[in-house]
């Protein structure tokens, strides 16, 4: 007897999802995303706030998007991710669409649905598509861990009182517990 053949989806299904309705596409398999917490939204809001407060400062020419962003990380129309906040300094990724490639920055604030998913599946995925710093705000356990792939570094894990450097911003840092 026949294995059946797992569905794999297309950016067409995942293009035509019902208004409203959240998911990523991985490897031909689309992932529902759970509304977020009420701590979720005021990271997000507070984060993107001080981001783009600091660029606007000093005249940069990156652009910052919270969720819901879709990002076709390799530029293949395979996957589409929707990371918490993307930071993307080449401005020729962008579309009406969203990104097409990997952002310079993501962040991703772990949800209980969505902890494996961050900490395994896009830590892979993001390293290898070319995102060159990857922070993963954990609010259960109150810490933050900074990949900084560009540089070849171990991923440094802050806590919540700590400052935490920004490497495509030499000059900021930021300090979650001041974020809430």
Request: aromatic share 10%; hydrophobic share 35%.
């Amino acid at each position: 007897m026949p294995l059946l053949k797992p569905l794999t989806h297309t950016a067409k299904d995942y293009w035509e999802l019902p208004e409203g309705q959240r998911a990523e596409l991985i490897g031909g398999q689309l992932y529902n995303m759970a509304p977020p917490s009420r701590i979720h939204q005021e990271l997000v809001s507070a984060l993107h706030w001080a981001i783009r407060s600091h660029i606007e400062k000093h005249n940069g020419s990156c652009k910052i998007y919270p969720a819901p962003f879709a990002v076709n990380l390799n530029a293949d129309d395979k996957t589409y991710v929707e990371p918490d906040i993307s930071v993307i300094c080449d401005r020729g990724k962008l579309s009406d669409r969203g990104c097409e490639g990997a952002p310079d920055w993501v962040i991703e604030i772990v949800s209980p649905s969505s902890r494996r998913m961050d900490y395994s599946t896009k830590n892979a995925l993001y390293s290898a598509a070319g995102v060159r710093e990857y922070w993963i705000i954990d609010p259960d356990r109150q810490r933050t861990t900074v990949y900084r792939y560009s540089e070849d570094d171990a991923p440094m894990i802050y806590t919540y009182d700590q400052e935490i450097p920004v490497g495509i911003f030499p000059e900021l840092k930021l300090c979650v517990a001041d974020l809430i």
